[in-house]
């Protein structure tokens, strides 16, 4: 069965550097997605992403992060200068359209010291 | 800084009975809802969705039923197998074509 794929699975950063999640959605997929999930909490949108633009972002989507689809695989996380506040997974999901079932990976788990 | 984590509601179910878990939804506007399985160390795995013109959806030992009246979801697993144990969410998609709110999550421990 197809999968969305992360790497890293961890990936530990020091405060202030900037830090690029990656992702390959399940390739017929057109809508991509990711979220996070701060130990112990809820799942929490952050971006969706479909035909190379941002359709919607969340209120914790700010200047320090973006998105890209630098080629036809890879859907990428940046966080420009990471924040303490930033400790957390990160998911990527993907869809084949919107509304309907979203397929996530099993995230990378991303520490800053 | 420290994280404060939620305390989940846990549900413990024998082996063999059914689950059933309970999900109260805030948006009115949401008119596409899913359940997801998350396991520990794992991403959430889609089980089941529904959409609002609907009110019961079944699958593979899994049933959804919506009351959009009341704004209730609930997940219902049938004959709970140790392999069900996980954190249960419940997610619907507001006021929105791809972003997806997410519920606190119900833990299910299935006993022997």
């Known amino acids: 069965e197809p999968e969305v794929t992360q790497t890293p699975s961890h990936q530990v950063t020091q405060m202030g550097q900037e830090v690029i999640l990656r992702c390959v959605p399940i390739?017929?997929?057109?809508?991509f997605y990711w979220y996070r999930q701060i130990l112990g909490q809820k799942v929490e949108f952050l971006v969706s992403?479909?035909?190379?633009?941002?359709?919607?972002k969340s209120e914790i989507f700010d200047d320090q992060f973006s998105v890209e689809r630098p080629d036809g695989s890879n859907f990428t996380l940046k966080i420009r200068s990471t924040k303490l506040e930033d400790s957390a997974m990160y998911f990527c999901?993907?869809?084949?359209?919107?509304?309907?079932?979203?397929?996530f990976g099993d995230g990378t788990r991303l520490s800053i010291l | 800084g420290e994280s404060v984590g939620l305390h989940l509601p846990t549900l413990s179910v024998q082996e063999g009975d059914n689950s059933i878990i309970n999900c109260a939804y805030s948006n009115s506007a949401s008119d596409y809802f899913i359940w997801y399985k998350q396991e520990s160390g794992k991403g959430p795995q889609f089980i089941i969705d529904?959409?609002?013109?609907?009110d019961k959806r079944q699958g593979q030992r899994v049933t959804v039923l919506l009351n959009k009246t009341v704004k209730h979801l609930s997940l219902q697993i049938a004959a709970t197998q140790p392999g069900d144990s996980a954190v249960y969410f419940c997610?619907?998609?507001?006021?929105?074509?791809?972003?997806?709110?997410f519920g606190a999550g119900t833990q299910v421990v299935v006993t022997p």
């Open positions: 390739s017929n997929h057109l809508y």
């Open positions: 529904i959409r609002s013109n609907m």
């Open positions: 997610a619907e998609n507001g006021n929105s074509w791809g972003k997806l709110q």
């Open positions: 992403f479909y035909n190379n633009e941002i359709s919607e």
């Open positions: 999901a993907s869809s084949e359209v919107g509304n309907q079932p979203q397929h």
